[in-house]
T-cell receptor, first 110, second 113 residues
Framework: AQKVTQAQTEISVVEKEDVTLDCVYE???????LFWYKQPPSGELVFLIR??????QNEISGRYSWNFQKSTSSFNFTITASQVVDSAVYFC???????FGAGTTVTVRA | EAQVTQNPRYLITVTGKKLTVTCSQN?????MSWYRQDPGLGLRQIYY???????DKGDVPEGYKVSRKEKRNFPLILESPSPNQTSLYFC????????????FGEGSWLTVV
């Protein structure tokens, strides 16, 4: 059974809109790491971010930002001012058994 | 260049014909694993290895075998492939099992007819 839930299967937006991807995880560990990966149409898996469970400070990197809330076991990801090149499948993962969510397909239309 | 290399990248095979997908990493990582990716199911772990000669089942090990005789190599063996093993396979490695970025190979598209 998966320990990471990405409830959104597909999201479609128009360029320049913001996109928020939800991720809820389940773990018995007190110390753990969370990840986001991007899979563009070419198929490779691209690492985006790693966050440990002790660091709840939210992070912004360019157009990407992450919102980690330990109290709700969520690690959401936002793309600001989306671009066509952001079209991809995005995976959230937890290093408790290295579990991945099912992925959210983001389509950005010009 | 640090990388995880899988071969073959693309393969069409027939039911029952044994095949091996090789995986090699040049980063001296202890941890290696295999995933399969299917539509709507994300990445599911098949087998993992914490170090040489140490392997364990992941979530979907049925129909697969692995071995870890050397640190750098972690081949995935399908003894008798079946059509339900048609999938995209990823090999991954990491310095250890916890707390490190996972490095993925480019993926192997396998079709069993």
């Amino acid at each position: 059974a998966q320990k990471v839930t990405q409830a959104q299967t597909e999201i479609s937006v128009v360029e320049k809109e913001d996109v928020t991807l939800d991720c809820v995880y389940e773990t018995r560990d007190t110390t753990y790491y969370l990840f986001w990966y991007k899979q563009p149409p070419s198929g490779e898996l691209v690492f985006l971010i790693r966050r440990n469970s002790f660091d709840e400070q939210n992070e912004i990197s360019g157009r990407y930002s992450w919102n980690f809330q330990k109290s709700t076991s969520s690690f959401n990801f936002t793309i600001t001012a989306s671009q066509v090149v952001d079209s991809a499948v995005y995976f959230c993962a937890c290093d408790y058994k290295l579990s991945f969510g099912a992925g959210t397909t983001v389509t950005v239309r010009a | 260049e640090a990388q995880v290399t899988q071969n073959p990248r693309y393969l069409i095979t027939v039911t029952g014909k044994k095949l091996t997908v090789t995986c090699s990493q040049n980063m001296n990582h202890e941890y290696m694993s295999w995933y399969r990716q299917d539509p709507g199911l994300g990445l599911r772990q098949i087998y993992y290895s914490m170090n040489v000669e140490v392997t364990d089942k992941g979530d979907v090990p049925e129909g697969y075998k692995v071995s870890r005789k050397e640190k750098r190599n972690f081949p995935l063996i399908l003894e008798s492939p079946s059509p339900n093993q048609t999938s995209l396979y990823f090999c991954a490695s990491s310095p250890t099992a916890r707390g490190h970025t996972i490095y993925f190979g480019e993926g192997s598209w396998l079709t069993v007819v």
